[in-house]
């Protein structure tokens, strides 16, 4: 049978989806304080207040990690650049804007999720 304009379908849009991740690590998140604005980190960057960073005791620099507040579900991404916390029960120091985008600064801790991205 011949094809005409009427037969003819279009191939369907391809499914994409992202990789499944999962929970790495569950703990308590607190946040650099305004000393160390402009202070290199361990990566040898400087830690700046207003980017979206954060220090971790293992994970290579220039891991991205997505920080789950296990109470609000709010979440953020940020790059790991630092090493620490240095503190029992820390899981990771976030940037001031990335710790006030999932929780309240005056609360200066919160327990998180984190999912490693890339």
């Known amino acids: 049978m011949p094809l005409n304009e009427d037969t003819i379908e279009e191939a369907p849009a391809p499914v994409t989806t992202e990789a499944p991740t999962a929970v790495m690590e569950s703990g ?18 400087r830690y700046r207040h207003e980017l979206y960073t954060a220090a971790h005791r293992t994970l290579v620099f220039g891991s991205r990690v997505k920080v789950t507040n296990k109470k609000t579900g709010a979440s953020v991404v940020v790059t790991i650049n630092d090493r620490g916390p240095f503190i029992r029960g820390r899981v990771i120091d976030l940037s001031k804007v990335a710790f006030a985008e999932i929780g309240n600064i005056s609360s200066g801790l919160i327990k998180v999720d984190i999912e490693l991205i890339e």
Do not use: C, P, W
């Open 28 to 45: 308590l998140a607190s946040f650099y304080d305004d000393k160390y604005h402009n202070r290199t980190t361990a990566s040898g960057e």
